[in-house]
């Protein structure tokens, strides 16, 4: 789809929360549905489906290593036939399943040959159905067909231009880029869908634009870049052109299902009448970020077992709504 | 390399870490014996644990309560002193799970021992005091001016500084009202979102600021200045010592019998002692003394390995999980079936050693443990192998029982153990690996003979 002339940002407030401990534990990633479901895949191998109203749709998957189970499970994506695709870095295994937990396939051996896979972490479908995989130990991305033959891959140790150190989160964007969350070199990368270098992000650091640890990367259809800047308990928004648009630390408020709980049980209720509360606003330890085609973000809040959304307000311009680029800031508004 | 060099050093890496792999011993015991201990002594010319990789891998799990990642950091760290320490104090101001249910304020605590683990005791007893883990263990925040809660003033006299015997009753009462006010705050409740940190806060208005007399001493005495009293006490370095003599040297009796039952090495703990005074209370100082000493020297096989050394002791010599894999909380809950469940110690005196880590029970599960650590396929055990033989593709029975207590520590066994080696080393006819057959044979028979030595009386001694 072609990009707007330009965009007026009207903002990016904060929506909602989802899930909470014991419904959604340890949120490492999630995928949403084109009917609004929210696949919620926690660390111990489960994957909770839910409503945007927080309602619990079902749950699939679980602990385990049996076919259909996950032992560490990193990474969950829709496909092009809307089957749910899976990593686990532990059984070094990536499996697609139906939206009701049935298996549809699963692929992966271990190693370091062509093809062969350690520790994989991101993966990301592509428009024609392939799969690229963050091949973490191995330090390098590589692309699949669905069933999981081996088309290419490109990327090894170090921190040059094109190399990768433990990459974790991947994303494709709409014109088929591949966004790799370079995670001990601290920065994203973008490549071509073969596999050349097209530009770095970031810097390690606490600072605008900087990582620490990046776990997740996404972008939208704007263009916009979205870090899980997991170190630093936030996510990054930039522009596609690199520039640091936005952060956001967290704003949770009690989710439908947290209130629930809360109003039967009187003692921590109390107990956060004496706590400062201001710190379970906050992200921590987020380690994904993704967008709905309604430009809602949703960030899986890891260490604090929900999810947290917000909604982007964008208004596309024509021309005639911003003038051409500037080459130099400058003062004079009018 | 002479062989008792490497002995040494072995029991130095056992003692003050948790052991150490073939190369890494060999590495350190051509080195001069004080340079090693200089080296234990400063962490901070070593790198931390990654602990970028723990968080990604291990993440943080409230089932384990922080037991499995420490007990992989105590295998992996390159700050093995630093580690040690962390435990040792872990054993002396026991704080247990069980009362506060709250992980991420024991794994704090924790992260203060290795912080201040080998500095001045007066900063040490501080930071005990102000911990929010050990201020509801003992219940400090219940402790108000008119309304006293004793416990904490108790424990840090009788168990955590001086011991029994070496303050009044008076004392001890004086000591709680000082610390009255030292509290911390309410964290948020586990539900809906998780534990949050707490920390520690002084309430002037439950401070009893009245005067008060403790050893001597009278004035508006603080918590602060309780602390500075103690650490200038005589009986404070000696109890120290003799806790630190416990468990880096040979174990002692229980702590309740340290009133009636004199120290086994009055020596040590005098010098001990001395460099504690001399070097303005520094623990640094008086560890330097303890493992320069003869007594540590010489007190090699002297103590029973508490289940962490075991454990982390047998991850070493097989050479695994050396980077975070899944499972690795079945070692941590194997430490617990021997008697040790890390962050939960049975009561406020911590856990009896020595002697008593051992039952029928719990004897079983560390041989059990060990044994079946041992297999053929690890990388520790096929450095083993390869070591056994140095490239020859023979080894007769005599030498295999050798060498396997060689590699395997050294080891130090008796008569009967010794005869029990020689007997499977002579029955299964040494080793050969002239042809692949063979080969396979002998690499089980290795396995089996590593086995054996781990499975031995003497194996459970640090």
Known sequence: ?334 | MADGRIALTAHLLRRAGFGATREELEEAAARDYEAVVEDLLHPERFPEVDEDVMGRYFGWDITTLGAAPWLYRMANTRRPLQEKMALFWHHVFATAYSKSEHPVTLNRQIDTFRRVGMSDLPTILLELSRDPAMIFWLDNNENHRGEPNENYGRELLELFSMGVGNYTEQDLKMAARAFTGWTFTQPIPLYPHGHYQSSFVYDPEAHDDSEKSFLGETGRLTGEDIIDIIARQPATPRFIARHLYNFFVADEPQVPAWSVEPPRDPDAIDAMTAAYFESGFEMRSVLRVLFNSDSFKNARHRKVKSPAELVTGILKLVGTHRFPQPGFEAYAEATKMMGQELLNPPTVEGWHTGKEWIDGGTLNERVNFAVNEVAPDKPGVQSFIAGLTSGKTSLPPDEMVERSLDLAGPVAVGKETRAGLTRFAETSGGLSFATEEESSLSTAKAARMLQLVVASREYQLA
Not at chain 1, 31 to 37: S, Y
Not at chain 1, 108 to 133: F, I, K, M, N, T
Not at chain 1, 320 to 328: A, Q, T, V
């Open chain 1, 1 to 334: 789809m072609p990009r707007p002339h330009g965009l007026l940002r009207a903002g990016f407030p904060y929506l909602k929360t989802i899930g909470m401990r014991r419904v959604t534990n340890t949120p490492v990633d999630v995928a949403i549905d084109g009917d609004e479901v929210v696949y919620v895949l926690g660390r111990a191998g489960e994957i909770t489906k839910l409503s945007m109203e927080d309602d619990i749709l079902g749950v699939i998957a679980g602990g385990g290593s049996d076919e259909g189970k996950f032992t560490w499970p990193v990474s969950i994506a829709l496909d092009r036939d809307e089957n749910l695709v899976v990593s686990d870095e532990a059984l070094n295994r990536i499996t697609t399943l139906t939206k009701d937990g049935e298996v549809v396939r699963t692929w992966g051996d271990p190693g370091s040959a062509e093809g062969q896979l350690d520790r994989p972490a991101g993966v990301a479908p592509d428009a024609e159905g392939h799969v690229y995989v963050a091949d973490t130990m191995n330090h390098r991305i590589q692309k699949f067909t669905a069933d999981g033959e081996y088309i290419l891959g490109w990327g090894r140790h170090g921190s040059a231009e094109g190399e990768l150190d433990m990459p974790w989160g991947l994303a494709v964007g709409d014109e088929g880029s591949v966004y790799a969350a370079d995670w001990r070199n601290d920065r994203v990368q973008k490549f071509t869908p073969e596999g050349d270098f097209v530009f770095a992000l970031g810097a390690g650091g606490s600072g605008e634009g900087q990582f620490r640890r990046p776990a997740g990367v996404t972008t939208d259809s704007d263009g916009d870049i979205y870090v899980a800047d997991t170190g630093n308990n936030r996510v990054q928004q930039f522009s596609e052109e690199r520039r640091y648009v936005d952060r956001f630390i967290g704003d949770a408020t009690l989710s439908k299902s947290a209130r629930e709980y809360m109003l039967s049980n009187a003692k921590p209720n109390r107990l956060r009448e004496m706590a400062v509360l201001e710190p379970q606003k906050r992200l921590r330890n987020p380690r994904s970020v993704k967008l709905d085609a309604k430009g809602r973000m949703f960030i899986p809040d890891y260490m604090s077992f929900r999810v947290q959304v917000y909604q982007k307000e964008v208004i596309p311009l024509g021309p005639s709504g911003i003038i051409p680029p500037l080459r130099s800031p400058t003062l004079q508004v009018t």
